[in-house]
């Protein structure tokens, strides 16, 4: 064999795309419920204090959080920080799964035909916002639901609602058939800021990937060895949860003022009721720069753990699952 053909038989051949599989598709949506079940158990009394404090704005029943935290305890008892908690047990499980589940497939398309590439940051976002869209479809009725319950301070017989669906006939009766999408498009406004959520996810995985854990104090080192210094790599696992509640943060300090109006939005009185695009004028008149961030210390605090859980559930759920059962 000459030198040429020796040569071209030890080339090795050109490296397939991988495709993506069924079991990839939907490995996002399946990860979702598990992810959703998650933040609802974590977050929700957080969510209850958040939603509160948002409506009343500063002029009315709360001090504050705290305040508000200990009144619903008070006045209407443990349970009350679960009010609502129906909907969004079995609607976050849905939402995640949508929200998740398309976010896996938008990360699917921006990859082309080729699995093994790897997404840049604004590819990121971009898929995040595509997942932000797409979820608020179905995260509307549930928002408006639930936030209606959570925000009835009533009870016995001169609660508005009695429940979920009695939410749910009201709102049909009201605004139509599509009721229960009444706030929509302020929805998808707010959830436009997946984008950043996704993307500096991304950006915070890379960076944790990048660091080092130190394993043990330099003096415990054998001498002339630097491998306690060098240390070794953040688990995948930890880059999961550190990552998922550092983006949370990011996403909510960019959007707490478009949540705080879309929520006042979609729970104000519906005789005469402020447009989406005014509402933002209305919450500065009557409140200022102030009123754009009630609420926020709860969100904060919530953000970090609630998000950190759910998604370190769904990326080793999503693992478990691509792996045939094996992490």
């Not at 082309?112 to 590819?123: A, P, Y």
């Not at 800021?193 to 043990?216: A, P």
Request: with cysteine; glycine share 10%; net charge positive.
């Amino acid at each position: 064999m000459s030198a040429h053909n020796t040569q071209v038989a030890l080339e090795a051949p050109p490296a397939q795309p991988q495709m993506a599989t069924t079991r990839d598709r939907i490995a996002g949506f399946a990860a979702g419920v598990a992810s959703g079940a998650t933040k609802l158990f974590v977050g929700h009394p957080f969510d209850t204090v958040k939603i509160r404090c948002q409506v009343e704005g500063g002029h009315g029943r709360f001090k504050g959080p705290i305040d508000c935290l200990i009144n619903t305890v008070k006045q209407e008892g443990p349970r009350a920080l679960y009010k609502g908690a129906s909907i969004p047990l079995v609607g976050w499980a849905v939402m995640d799964a949508v929200q998740l589940g398309s976010l896996s497939n938008y990360r699917l398309l921006l990859q082309g035909n080729d699995k093994s590439h790897k997404l840049g940051h604004f590819e990121h976002g971009l898929a995040g916002l595509g997942a932000g869209w797409t979820v608020a479809l179905v995260a509307t009725p549930v928002e408006i639901i639930k936030m209606r319950l959570q925000t009835q301070y009533a009870t016995g017989s001169e609660r508005k609602y009695r429940g979920p669906i009695d939410v749910a006939r009201y709102l049909t009766r009201q605004y139509g058939p599509l009721g229960i999408w009444h706030g929509l498009a302020a929805t998808m406004s707010q959830r436009s800021f997946f984008f950043f959520l996704w993307g500096s996810y991304d950006v915070y995985s890379e960076w944790l990937r990048s660091c080092r854990v130190i394993s043990s104090f330099p003096y415990m080192a054998k001498a002339g060895s630097s491998k306690a210094l060098e240390g070794r790599p953040v688990s995948e696992k930890l880059v999961n949860f550190l990552a998922g509640g550092l983006a949370a943060n990011t996403f909510w300090c960019l959007c707490y003022p478009v949540d705080v109006v879309k929520n006042r939005f979609m729970t104000q009185g519906d005789e005469n009721p402020i447009p989406f695009r005014k509402m933002f004028r209305h919450v500065y008149l009557t409140e200022g720069l102030s009123g754009f961030f009630r609420g926020f210390v709860p969100t904060f605090i919530r953000a970090f753990p609630t998000n950190a859980s759910a998604i370190f559930v769904w990326e080793s759920t999503v693992r478990l699952i691509k792996n045939g059962g094996r992490e």
